[in-house]
């Protein structure tokens, strides 16, 4: 950017400052909530029209709206709330962004400087707070490190591993006059001590080439680093899988980084992945991890998982290497590009299929064949599968972004939803916060306001978030919610009923509201059905009514998700399920693991 | 499989900012790492650089772990396993009390000598040592103390540096 000339050494106060940094990195719009502590920058933002305020209900609904955002854009999503309880009702966004690398920068208010420390009306610690639960945390002390602090926090939220980084502002400061120059600061300006590697060792990836070529039995298994490097690494990655004619996994936060259509594409994997991409991690000889974890909800039991198989790693963060399983090749950099290292040294391939990987894709369509997905749409109860299954015919067509809640809707709309390409599926995956997908969906249709919006629910996680059904109306955003609604939390009934000797302990969601008349009292539309011949016109009614919508879909309350690695179990123990004919088994031992 | 718990001495730098003190230790803490010492001060005032010492303890692959994890927080500068990058020195400083008196003072004050520990303060019926050493050391001193009427000590925790040319 360069410095202009008239505008250079202005003398305009902290709020401002804020608001022109923001301006000055192409910020657009910020997700917040007004309190005493931000009233001046309040007031900054009220002079002026360059950024868009959507003020939410609840501090937390600004920071999962800010995540929509920012994972179906790439952007840093942006949010300002209020000191005290506006930073503390931000901690479970800060977390789950953490957990799920969203680049957020989260600006709070805090009491004036020399109040800080006297428990002061509103204060909270909140560096010391949000420390853990943020990539880095800032407590600015002069208006004169404003726009320096500002810039390096966009610069650490986005750079390597993406995270939320927070700016605690005391009042003073931000009331307080500087010296202001525009283009002091850039986006390149970058961190005295913060420089993430992105370009690979060449001899990693060579020595990973050779692995690779060499496999007879691979599979690719890529994750959400794949959508923090952005949509080139989706392509080159679809390249690449192509070219090897190898078989790929996604994690669940890696969903849309491989064409789910494709049919080298084995589904997503993990405690309720499908039977063949688990049963291919577990008897694969390289396993390919790209900007994946190797998350306890992937591996199942450690000291079972794939025994016999070379495992390459990449991922831009070098604390997610060797972290829970130890791996023979770790390649450090940004996904994409060491992709577009090992795409260009692929050999040429000639003749085909080698006979070994033919054996193994006939090993894979004889998994396939178990159909580990079946369910039987039967007498005149919905299946949740069944209408999700509906839901995908009818918005594949469409520019269609989905969110999710925190269960077994989730889980469903994990394997019956299909993505072909990045940024178009939102879903707390590292956290699992209940409440995250309806003001997720929000932040989505603010970033693509044409563009169709769902959020899968549950009935109990959507009535953590209920409340920014108001910030939508105001703002005009036509978010579609389906609820697969079945009076219970779903999810922890599953377990009790597995785990826990069908002891439904406070599972059960009693007095739940009429979610039509719900949506009908913030001037919102809904509709209810429990029929399977009126979920396709449900669904067409929810899209084609405009403003938000709530189709509240009452399902059969005893479904439970498979196939089901049980907690703390191998590949290899995984269940598929009544429909294939395998009891359910209800054993007690798996209580003490999550 | 029983895994070989190594022990590691590691130097970090680090910004000399409130808060990277917090951070570090939030990170042992949160994640459940060892920490058997930890020491820190300023080392580089014009460039604001701090030098924390650690000694940690662990299998392999978690001090590997901790060394990447030490390494992405943002005000970490530099983070050097001297364990594994060769000769190093390693010193603590202690203040040790012993309060007797007859036989075992006079056998104190001898052991101190042996050790080379300096008394420090001395009263008819109490010493203060100091001594700088190893750990292992310092440890023996405050073994062989401990009869002769030992009550309190303060150590520092490990200080280090590579030896020779080399530094971090
Ligand atoms: C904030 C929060 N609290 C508790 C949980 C634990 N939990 C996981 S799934 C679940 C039940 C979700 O029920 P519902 O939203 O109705 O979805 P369903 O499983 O029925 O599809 C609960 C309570 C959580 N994930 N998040």
Known sequence: ?594 | MTETIERHTISVLVDNEPGVLARVIGLFSGRGYNIESLTVAEVESGAALSRINLVTSGPRMIIEQIKAQLDRLVPVHQVSDLTEEGPHIERELALIKVVGSGEARAESLRIADIFRAHVVDSESDSFVFEMTGKPGKVNAFIRLMEPLGLTEVSRTGVVALLRGKKSI
């Open chain 1, 1 to 594: 950017m360069a410095t202009s000339a008239d505008n250079s050494g202005e003398n305009i106060n902290g709020s401002e400052m804020i608001v022109r940094c923001l301006a000055e990195l192409g910020v657009e719009v910020i997700f917040g909530y007004p309190g005493g502590a931000v009233l001046p920058i309040y007031d900054a933002i009220f002079k002026q029209n360059k950024i868009r305020h959507i003020l939410v209900r609840h501090e937390q609904g600004a920071l999962h709206a800010a995540e929509g955002y920012a994972r179906s854009t790439g952007r840093v999503g942006v949010v300002l709330v209020t000191s005290g309880p506006g930073a503390t009702n931000s901690v479970t966004g800060l977390a789950d962004a953490l957990m799920d690398s969203i680049p957020l920068v989260c600006l709070t208010g805090q009491v004036p400087t020399h109040m800080i420390g006297n428990d002061a009306f509103q204060e909270a610690d909140t560096v010391g707070i949000t420390r853990p639960c943020t990539k880095h945390n800032y407590l600015v002390k002069t208006v004169e490190d404003l726009p320096r602090i500002i810039h390096e926090a966009f610069y650490i939220a986005s750079a390597g591993r993406p995270g939320p980084v927070v700016i605690d502002l005391p009042k003073d400061v931000v009331m307080a006059e500087g010296d202001y120059q525009e283009g002091t600061y850039t986006s390149e300006t970058g961190h005295r001590s913060y420089r993430p590697r992105t370009e690979p060792d060449n001899a990693a990836v060579d020595a990973a080439m050779e692995l690779i070529v060499n496999a007879e039995r691979p599979i690719f298994y890529s994750g959400g680093g794949i959508i923090n490097s952005g949509p080139a690494a989706s392509e080159a990655l679809t390249r690449f899988v192509r070219e090897t004619g190898y078989p790929i996994t996604n994690t669940l936060m890696g969903l849309g980084t491989y064409p789910a259509s494709d049919a080298q594409f084995l589904g997503m994997l993990g405690m309720h992945g499908t039977y063949e991409a688990n049963m291919a991690m577990a008897e694969c000889d390289v396993m390919i991890a790209l900007g994946a974890r190797f998350d306890d909800r992937v591996t199942g039991r450690l000291s079972d998982f794939s025994k016999g198989s070379k495992k390459i790693q990449v991922d831009i963060d070098p604390s997610s290497v060797n972290k829970n399983v130890p791996v023979d090749i770790s390649i450090i950099g940004d996904v994409g590009t060491v992709i577009d290292a090992m795409l260009a040294k692929l050999p040429n391939k000639s003749g085909g299929k080698s006979a070994a990987l033919e054996d193994w894709w006939r090993q894979i369509e004889a998994w396939r064949g178990r159909d580990c997905l079946r369910f039987k749409q039967h007498g005149d109860i919905i299946k949740p599968q069944y209408a999700l299954q509906r839901l995908y015919e009818l918005t594949k067509e469409r520019d269609v972004y989905f969110t999710t809640e925190v269960g077994q809707h989730q889980m469903w709309a994990a394997q019956f939803l299909k993505f072909e390409e990045p940024n178009r599926w939102m879903t707390s995956g590292g956290l699992g916060t209940m409440g995250y997908g309806f003001p997720a969906a929000m932040g989505v249709q603010v970033a693509h306001p044409e563009s169709l919006v769902i959020n899968v629910a549950g009935e109990a996680s959507l009535m953590m978030n209920i409340q920014e059904l108001s910030s939508m109306m105001q703002h005009r955003l036509p978010v579609k919610t389906i609820i697969l609604n079945n009076e219970y939390m779903g999810m922890v009934r599953q377990w009790q009923e597995l785990f826990h000797g069908g002891r439904y302990s406070e599972s059960y969601m009693d007095s739940l509201p009429d979610f039509v008349k719900l949506a009908e009292s913030f001037g919102a539309n809904g509709i209810k059905i429990s029929k399977p011949e009126e979920v396709d016109d449900a669904i067409r009614t929810m899209i084609e009514t405009p403003g938000p919508f709530i189709a509240d879909v009452l399902i059969d309350k005893t479904e439970n998700v498979y196939p089901m690695i049980p907690g703390g179990a191998a590949h290899y123990e995984m269940k598929l399920g009544p429909d294939h004919g395998e009891l359910e088994e209800k054993a007690e031992d798996g209580m003490v693991l999550v």
